[in-house]
């Protein structure tokens, strides 16, 4: 594995200063154009400084961390890239007052076309703090007769002339500062994107291609459209912009530039999901996917505590963007709506009357309520209920409830997990109260030496 060394940017703004707590890596990508056999992957990052514990230096107080890359090709399971970054950055005055400031990079690499998986690592060097994620990406010759679109990189600010060619950040013309959250609002009121338009020339026979800029709401109607017309002289252009989104409710947005040449009937588009939170815009009444479907369904007739508990049970499902939702709705009605929205959204069977997946989710509450409860918790907020709701029944349970030499602990094996994994739990307390402490499933809490906790003293 490569380690190179990081060169980050600290930003600032005050977007997240009524959210809950950041994770301490995000990220985001984009595809762009590169030659007749590979694409350009633009990987995008940004660490929570706040979460960086600061180290002593010759009297500086410095955070310093890592960046891991691991891209891999699904085809022969070929590593085409494995690097490790390392980063150091002098740390801001007061970082409990800080939590506002993000370390901000980017990283970019040639991938010949094909499919690939991708683990991003993040981890603070001073600390065993770390972030893990895997994310899939295709990357392939565009196949349209005429032009094509790359994707959409989302930015926090984008300027051109009078910058930096030598910046991290430089690309025709314009410097590019990303934003890794996708989050937008209070604190951040515009959305800047930055995207290419490709093979303008090719195949001509209109003088113009209609460029639409959209947000789109989750019913996928526009709250935000902007249209113009580009020549087709050039065979490649940028398209960058910013919309206004100060006035636009908190929730998830889609948005979306369509490139048309109305003389061929040809439209393509690309988009990319992003977050609002904007917690003194009031929610706009319901009005959902069909408003005869809201008022017949349970939500519409819920009370204020009986729709806490509902999302309380239901927040395992939910995004971080929704949980930030879900804290800035104060009023009734926006509660009702937003948790039908939420529930309507995961069904994965829309055209029947029945929402399936929510019916069997719900089950799932009850039985880890029934198996699960102990004296101070309601099953479902135990570990073995999370990982229950989460993951529905275990293709096997070992259980080891009167062991001489140890605590009573449950292995759990799900078959259809990533080829196969485990999860661990132990009653460590006597109260019946099984708690996570291994498993081999990405992204949740991993010990390879969990034995040494359940062995009796």
Known sequence: MKKLFLFLVLLGYSITSAQVQKPLLDYDYARFNYDENSSFLEIYYSFAEYLLRPTNIDGV????GYLKINIKNVSDDSLIVDREYKFKSVASDSLTNGKNKSLIGTLAFVVPFGDYTCIITGGDESSSLKYEDKFSFHVSKAKTPSFFLSDIQLASSIKQGSVDPNSVFYKNSYEVIPNPSTVYGEGLPVVF???ELYDLNKDVQSE???????????RNNPVIKKSKLIGRKNPSIVEAGALNISKIPSGTYTLALVLTDSVQNLSLASSK?????NPSIPQPLAQSFSDN???????????????DEVFEVSKYLAKKTEIQQWSGIIDLESKRNFLFTFWKGRDQEPSTPLNEYKRDYFKRVELANAQFSTFQKRGYKTDRGRVYLLYGEPSEI?????QIDSKPYEIWQYNSLEGGVQFVFADLTGFSDYLLLHSTLRGE????NWQRKVVSN
């Open 61 to 64: 107080q410095f955070v310093k």
């Open 193 to 195: 994107f930055y995207s």
């Open 208 to 218: 113009y291609l209609k460029v639409d800029q959209l947000l789109l709401d989750v």
């Open 273 to 277: 999901k992003i977050f609002i939170y």
């Open 293 to 307: 479907d809201y008022i017949a369904s349970e939500f519409a007739s819920m009370g204020d505590e009986e729709l």
């Open 398 to 402: 070992e259980r080891y409830p009167n």
């Open 445 to 448: 809490l991993r010990d390879d």
